[in-house]
């Protein structure tokens, strides 16, 4: 019986799948069997981490910064304040970016439950102008901690960490989040490729591409709960420039 081997690529991975069912991008659920409140909450939360995940990993890179925006004591915001704030402040840096001939991307995350209200930011780097001075001459409410992205080109921590920064402030319908998380219009959208692959069965070890590595992390060989079909997923990463001048294999 052929399998279907599916492909999503996002900047400099490779995300792999080959099951005997097509790939939604989705975990999926059981139609059939009941699931429970807690199985529902942690599949969202695991499609939710994979979904940012390939978000930024497509339009952020080396160099680029995720950005916690805090509020001094004496000017913190109430969650309606705060989202006005965060929109003013896009506006502004959006603005300055033009200014300079460039355009702002970024995804943006709004955290204030159970803790003092912040917002994550996660924006391109603009080349010969120094951002984080932009950034800090705009943001006047308190202070703001740079992270550069490092050159994996893999950013699944950081949007698991997102994800779970902001999982109390999601649950609180009311006057809560609505969404995890807001991206500006001019995102990539990863690219999903689907074949047939006409054989009943694959590696239980598989080999990267050439120019790619396995993150052994990501492996994982099984059976669908769901569906009862074997599958096989993993995600492949580009080998950065300075690894292949030192002369790191092919293979994980």
Not at 21 to 28: H, S
């Amino acid at each position: 019986m052929p399998y279907f081997l599916n492909t999503i690529e996002a900047g400099q991975t490779i995300e792999v799948h080959k099951s005997f069912t097509k790939f939604t991008g989705k975990i999926e659920r059981s139609g059939k069997s009941k699931t429970t409140p807690e199985q529902i909450e942690k599949i969202n939360e695991i499609n939710a981490q994979n979904k940012l995940t390939r978000i930024i990993n497509a339009n952020f890179a080396f160099g680029d910064y995720h950005i916690i925006a805090t509020y001094k004591k004496d000017l913190r915001a109430d969650p309606e304040q705060a989202k006005k704030e965060i929109k003013k402040f896009l506006r502004q840096l959006k603005a300055e970016y033009k200014k300079v001939g460039s355009e702002l991307k970024y995804v943006q995350v709004t955290e204030y439950k159970n803790k003092v209200i912040h917002h994550h930011l996660i924006i391109n780097n603009v080349k010969g102008q120094n951002i984080t001075t932009i950034v800090r001459k705009l943001w006047t409410r308190g202070t703001t901690h740079f992270t550069p992205l490092d050159n994996t080109g893999q950013y699944k921590t950081l949007a698991e960490y997102l994800i779970k920064e902001t999982a109390k402030t999601y649950k609180e319908k009311n006057g809560g989040q609505m969404q995890r998380y807001s991206c500006s219009r001019n995102l990539k959208k990863p690219v999903t490729k689907t074949k047939i692959v006409k054989s009943n069965r694959w590696a239980a070890d598989p080999k990267p591409i050439k120019g790619y590595y396995i993150d052994m992390d990501t492996l994982h060989n099984g059976v669908n709960p769901f569906t009862g079909r074997e599958y096989q997923r993993y995600t492949m990463i580009k080998i950065p420039p300075i690894q292949k001048r030192r002369g790191i294999n092919d293979r994980a």
